[in-house]
């Protein structure tokens, strides 16, 4: 079925140089701009294209715009203007011939890899699963093009042609060539935004104060190292600056233009901007899809605009950008403070915000090396701004304000990327549980709140999530100045017994070990602190001198069985907090290893003033439990970073047609016996059973029985013992209503146990039902594992405490698929249920390899088949050697075509 034009399936990408292209379909109105595009090739493309002189340009152009059935035709617009083409034709049920060209100006971009990987997606989808292309030998730049791709190519030769083969599914190299591809685009785009040479504010206003007004000071009075154009129709000149009436009127180019109008005019200004050719645009103004449905359309037409002329957009409904570089010293917001220059990136959904983060950034010293205000986020994002610090020499640590995340699952994949190398630290707002999903599955209950899944993902993706905009600072001053801990172990040197108990307390909280001091360190404080000091751990100078705590401090330091110090001074009568700043700083910076040192000065205000003024590097904190708590989640960052990445598991005999033939049958079945004709729901126990085992997820013997005679009659296929349970639609909790009966031993108590139940569920509102009867599984431990399909998350899997307590106990762990057997592992041995698993109580241990591998193969299947929704396997049985699916509901829907 062919989709509707509202449907119509479009591909906005970023190429080399940060421009953008529009891939979609040719419709027959492309018709004359696909002759001028043929018409406009040199004749050396249009004969490595066409192996040839073509010379009916009309008669090709009507076909491209009007393919044939099975066919498919694509074309890429930039600028307003096709600049691309691209086609694949059946040559049989199982191929299809692929081609496309490039206007000869926009070659060497990366468009030709673009077009053949949206031409592999879309043969997929229709069951195409091999390409093949005819390509003059000499066309050496087509044939760069397919070894390039990652696509496993073969090349046979043929008189006068070669032909290259290969299959429509991308292998894992081409995934990570796209995926490098995609991170160079996204880096130059961001990198054209924050060094423009020429600066152009449309809505530039003569009075300080206002919105036009401050932004246009602040370009100048930062000292922007390029050219700045104020655009105002009704001034000649803006705050000593001659004024153009257009931007159309500026004589130079315009690298970067912000607009500062009312969100109606917003629009028309873009278009100006490009028809001037800006790459870059700042739509400060509020007034779009934050306002509502109207607001929305209003975006939708600006970021069309952008779009056809590949200029790139933040915003709109924010408040500026700034490149502290100091051969850029870009300040394009009109905030009336200006970050301190520094080593962290930060990026600020919020504008509201964005003021009070960078003075507090400022009063603590924690310096920027460029800030971002998202605001609508309707094109440049936290993804394009995280792969453009990735490779800022500049830029050591980055840092989020979120209120959502608009692709998760490609933020998840590049911040894992870019957490191997600098910390992410992200304040992600809303984690009220308003948002709450309505399920009927145990694992629905248990995920809940959809602020579960953004805690599974930061967790995977190695993001530090704060949960307080305080504490966010915490850790950003820790990880901008101080090296990462190689361990939890902590020594403290305070002048007071209260606040070393304090610090204590505070790091075991955080999952910290204090360790005692062995001898040969205790003898070497003793030899200069007075008699009285405590050696223990934390060790008490007593005096508190700026002596004793600089030499307390080497020492420790130089001992190797701690990973991280931490400073308490309460400063005494008389005494001055600057000397002991300096002692601090003089120590540290001679210290024989790296190691982080983290300061507390309480009830002095004299530390963080001289901290923030650049004299020391150690961050300063108020109280002890605020650098334990930042030492904590730096110490959790640095163990996922030097962790192995994991891998995903590829599982041989994986029966993923039959999974689809089956699932697609049992969509058609619903559609056809659903009031709606909306196809979905739960699937049969022989549908579930069928799926579990395409992917080989193991399932108690089993059989289905219409009646409780039917039901004596087929255990004894299965084999005593046997449980019995009443299976109708609706049914959730089966013991609760009286559904299950457990070690029934023969057939006559079979009989009764089905007639029971039964009478339970015709009691309940369930007349009918039938009865599942299954071989009793041994001994085991009884766990969940579970599946809900997330609108923006994708599939979410839960594991945890299973049977009938599993809502009760609440003990689970949340990932999001795929699932790499570290994330498996991670996931069992976080659960407090996992001491049941390892032996608890002398007890024989469990298989947990087996439920690691179950989670995998789960994993694998939610991928392959986003039509599962949700799913219960509780319990799951774990024994000693291997794990046992018992009961298991699958729920199905059609997902959304894109």
């Given at each position: 079925m062919s989709m509707a034009p509202s449907e119509e399936r479009v591909r906005d990408a970023v190429l080399r140089d940060g421009s953008s292209i529009r891939l979609r379909r040719a419709r027959a109105d492309d018709e004359p701009a696909l002759l001028a595009f043929l018409a406009g090739l040199a004749v050396e493309s249009r004969r490595m294209r066409f192996a040839g002189i073509i010379t009916d340009l009309a008669g090709l152009a009507r076909r491209w715009a009007t393919p044939e059935a099975g066919d498919c035709s694509l074309v890429g617009e930039s600028g307003g203007r096709l600049i691309a083409h691209g086609s694949y034709n059946r040559a049989g049920r199982d191929t299809a011939e692929v081609a496309f060209v490039v206007a000869d100006q926009f070659q060497g971009r990366g468009i030709a890899t673009l077009l053949l990987d949206e031409l592999a997606s879309r043969a997929r989808d229709a069951g195409i699963p091999t390409f093949f292309a005819e390509v003059l030998p000499e066309n050496?730049?087509?044939?760069?093009?397919?070894?390039?791709?990652?696509?496993?190519?073969?090349?046979?030769?043929?008189?006068?042609?070669?032909?290259?083969?290969?299959?429509?599914?991308?292998?894992?190299?081409?995934?990570?060539?796209?995926?490098?591809?995609?991170?160079?685009?996204?880096?130059?785009?961001?990198?054209?935004?924050?060094?423009?040479?020429?600066?152009?504010?449309?809505?530039?206003?003569?009075?300080?104060?206002?919105?036009?007004?401050?932004?246009?000071?602040?370009?100048?009075?930062?000292?922007?190292?390029?050219?700045?154009?104020?655009?105002?129709?009704?001034?000649?000149?803006?705050?000593?600056?001659?004024?153009?009436?257009?931007?159309?009127?500026?004589?130079g180019?315009?690298?970067?233009?912000?607009?500062?109008?009312?969100?109606?005019?917003?629009?028309?200004?873009?278009?100006?901007?490009?028809?001037?050719?800006?790459?870059?645009?700042?739509?400060?103004?509020?007034?779009?899809?934050?306002?509502?449905?109207?607001?929305?359309?209003?975006?939708?037409?600006?970021?069309?605009?952008?779009?056809?002329?590949?200029?790139?957009?933040?915003?709109?409904?924010?408040?500026?950008?700034?490149?502290?570089?100091?051969?850029?010293?870009?300040?394009?917001?009109?905030?009336?403070?200006?970050?301190?220059?520094?080593?962290?990136?930060?990026?600020?959904?919020?504008?509201?915000?964005?003021?009070?983060?960078?003075?507090?950034?400022?009063?603590?010293?924690?310096?920027?090396?460029?800030f971002v205000s998202a605001g609508n986020k309707a094109d440049l994002s936290g993804n394009d701004f995280l792969q453009y610090w990735e490779s800022d020499e500049r830029t050591e640590v980055i840092a989020l304000y979120l209120e959502s995340l608009g692709n998760p699952r490609k933020f998840a994949r590049i911040a894992r990327r870019v957490g191997r190398s600098k910390p992410i630290i992200a304040v992600k707002s809303g984690r009220s549980a308003a948002g709450a999903r309505a399920t009927s599955s145990h694992t629905g209950a248990l995920i809940g709140a959809s602020d579960v899944t953004v805690d599974a993902l930061f967790r995977q993706a190695g993001v530090i999530r704060t949960d307080t905009l305080s504490e966010f600072f915490d850790v950003a001053s820790l990880l901008a100045d101080q090296p990462l801990p190689a361990g939890r172990r902590v020594a403290i040197v305070t002048n007071g017994g209260g606040p070393g108990i304090l610090a204590v307390d505070a790091c075991d909280a955080g999952g910290l070990v204090v360790p005692p001091l062995p001898p040969a360190i205790r003898d070497r404080l003793a030899a200069f602190l007075p008699p009285e000091a405590a050696l223990g751990n934390p060790v008490d100078t007593i005096d508190g001198s700026p002596g004793s705590f600089s030499q307390a401090i080497r020492v420790l330091a130089g001992w190797d069985g701690i990973d991280a110090l931490m400073v308490l001074f309460v400063p005494p009568l008389g005494a001055r907090t600057e000397d002991v700043v300096t002692a601090i700083h003089d120590a540290v910076a001679e210290l024989p290893r790296p190691i982080p040192v983290l300061g507390v000065f309480m009830a002095s205000e004299d530390g963080v003033g001289a901290r923030a003024s650049g004299r020391i590097r150690v961050p300063i904190y108020d109280f002890p439990e605020e650098a334990a708590r930042a030492l904590s989640r730096a110490v959790a960052y640095a163990e996922w970073r030097a962790a192995p990445t994991g891998?995903?598991?590829?599982?041989?005999?994986?029966?993923?047609?039959?999974?689809?033939?089956?699932?697609?049958?049992?969509?058609?079945?619903?559609?056809?016996?659903?009031?709606?004709?909306?196809?979905?729901?739960?699937?049969?126990?022989?549908?579930?059973?069928?799926?579990?085992?395409?992917?080989?997820?193991?399932?108690?013997?089993?059989?289905?029985?219409?009646?409780?005679?039917?039901?004596?009659?087929?255990?004894?296929?299965?084999?005593?013992?046997?449980?019995?349970?009443?299976?109708?639609?609706?049914?959730?909790?089966?013991?609760?209503?009286g559904a299950v009966e457990l070690s029934v031993p023969d057939a006559p108590a079979v009989e009764a146990a089905a007639r029971r139940i039964a009478a339970a569920l015709e009691a309940a509102g369930h007349p009918a039902p039938r009865f599942l009867v299954q071989r009793m599984i041994p001994h085991g431990v009884e766990m969940l594992v579970g599946v809900v399909h997330d609108r923006l998350f994708g599939p979410v899997v839960a594991c945890g405490a299973g049977g009938n307590e599993a809502q009760l106990m609440r003990d689970v762990a949340v990932r999001i698929t795929p699932l790499t057997d570290r994330d498996a592992s991670e996931m069992i041995h976080s659960l407090a249920t996992f001491r049941l698993l390892d032996g608890y109580a002398g007890a024989a241990r469990a298989d947990v390899a087996a439920l690691e591998e179950t989670l995998l193969r789960v994993s694998a299947m939610v991928e392959a088949h986003p039509e599962v929704v949700e799913m219960d396997c509780n319990p799951l049985i774990v024994m000693e050697q291997g794990a046992v699916v018992v009961d298991a509901r699958v729920r199905i829907e059609l997902p959304p075509r894109e």
């Open positions: 050496a730049r087509m044939l760069e093009v397919f070894r390039e791709s990652g696509f496993p190519t073969r090349v046979r030769v043929e008189p006068g042609a070669l032909v290259v083969e290969f299959p429509t599914e991308l292998s894992d190299a081409a995934r990570e060539r796209f995926e490098q591809r995609e991170r160079i685009s996204a880096s130059a785009a961001v990198d054209a935004l924050l060094h423009p040479a020429s600066v152009a504010v449309i809505g530039a206003s003569r009075r300080r104060g206002t919105t036009g007004g401050e932004l246009f000071h602040n370009l100048l009075a930062g000292d922007f190292q390029g050219a700045v154009y104020p655009v105002n129709p009704n001034a000649d000149v803006v705050q000593s600056v001659a004024a153009y009436r257009s931007v159309l009127d500026v004589p180019r315009v690298d970067l233009a912000v607009i500062v109008l009312p969100a109606a005019a917003s629009i028309a200004a873009a278009g100006e901007c490009a028809r001037k050719g800006v790459r870059s645009l700042v739509v400060v103004s509020p007034g779009f899809a934050e306002t509502g449905a109207e607001g929305a359309a209003r975006q939708r037409e600006l970021l069309a605009v952008c779009r056809g002329a590949g200029m790139r957009l933040v915003g709109p409904n924010c408040i500026g950008v700034v490149n502290l570089d100091p051969e850029v010293r870009l300040d394009a917001t009109f905030l009336p403070v200006v970050p301190e220059p520094g080593r962290v990136g930060f990026m600020s959904q919020s504008g509201a915000l964005g003021l009070a983060i960078i003075q507090r950034a400022n009063r603590l010293g924690l310096g920027l090396s460029s891998t995903v598991p590829r599982f041989a005999g994986v029966r993923s047609d039959e999974a689809a033939a089956m699932i697609a049958s049992a969509l058609a079945r619903s559609r056809a016996a659903g009031d709606d004709g909306v196809p979905g729901g739960w699937l049969e126990q022989d549908e579930v059973a069928c799926l579990l085992g395409c992917y080989g997820i193991p399932i108690a013997e089993w059989r289905l029985a219409e009646t409780p005679g039917e039901a004596a009659t087929v255990a004894a296929e299965v084999g005593w013992p046997v449980a019995v349970k009443g299976v109708a639609p609706g049914i959730v909790r089966k013991s609760e209503l």
